[in-house]
């Protein structure tokens, strides 16, 4: 369900296996209530993965430390960097996602024309396989579905994504891979590679994961 990347006195990081619930549903525990009860402390949750989305998540230890790193998000100085599969070719390969998100039909959302408070998100993306691209998402909002909604409206959905029309596999493509922040004037930074799944364990994928292992050097496409 998850393996701890980090356990400092404030805070906790994890990488979190596919399909889990980050709440208790459906008579089974989720991901949170599940380190609670088997480290036996409190959590704050500051914020959250989709089930089929794999990877980091950070936990506060403390009310106090919850509301740090709340504001932290809300003044976009936690920056998250999520890798996804997807098959087909995209309306364009590397660049911006813009636009305002609203409820659509079965739980899911649309990326709309207008920017009143728009979803941003920077992308690369990379061939891997035949028909088979490796994306590098970069969100600078935090919208429900944002990076789903994202490939979505690129024409390619995530592999595994059901929900969006993404092609049948064996987990989602999905996965937020780094995190890095400034907290108490001490700098942290964590990288979780994909460890489950077929396509994110291919040879191609994982050499190219390993080349964009520091994203925050790359040169983002500018916003036009």
């Known amino acids: ?32 209530a599940s380190l609670e ?3 036996a402390i409190k959590l704050y949750s500051v914020h959250r993965l989709d089930s089929l989305t794999s990877g980091l998540l950070l936990f506060a230890k403390s009310s106090r430390a919850a509301a740090e790193f709340t504001e ?31 409820k659509s039909r079965r739980s899911m959302y649309k990326l709309l024309r207008t920017t009143e408070n728009p979803a941003l998100t920077q992308f ?3 061939s891997v396989a035949e028909g088979l691209r490796l994306y590098l998402l970069k969100p600078l909002s935090g919208k429900t579905h944002q990076l789903r909604v994202a490939l979505a409206s690129l024409g390619v959905p995530i592999l595994g994504d059901h929900l969006y029309g993404g092609a049948e596999s064996d987990r989602g493509y999905l996965h937020a891979f ?26 191609d994928t994982k050499k190219q994961l390993q080349i964009w292992s520091e ?5 983002w496409p500018k916003r036009k």
């Open 1 to 32: 369900m998850y393996q701890i990347i980090a356990d400092e006195d404030d805070f906790l990081v994890i990488a979190k296996s596919p399909n889990v619930h980050f709440h208790s549903q459906d008579g089974s525990a989720g991901v949170m």
């Open 37 to 39: 009860q088997d480290l």
């Open 72 to 102: 932290l998000f809300t003044q976009h100085k936690i920056q998250k960097y999520y890798v996804a599969l997807a098959t087909g070719k995209p309306k364009k390969k590397q660049g911006w996602v813009v636009g305002d998100m609203a």
């Open 124 to 126: 690369f993306s990379q």
């Open 178 to 203: 780094s995190l890095s922040f400034s907290f108490r004037g001490k700098d942290y930074r964590y990288l979780s590679y994909p460890s489950q799944g077929e396509q994110f364990t291919a040879v």
């Open 215 to 219: 994203p925050e050097k790359l040169a």
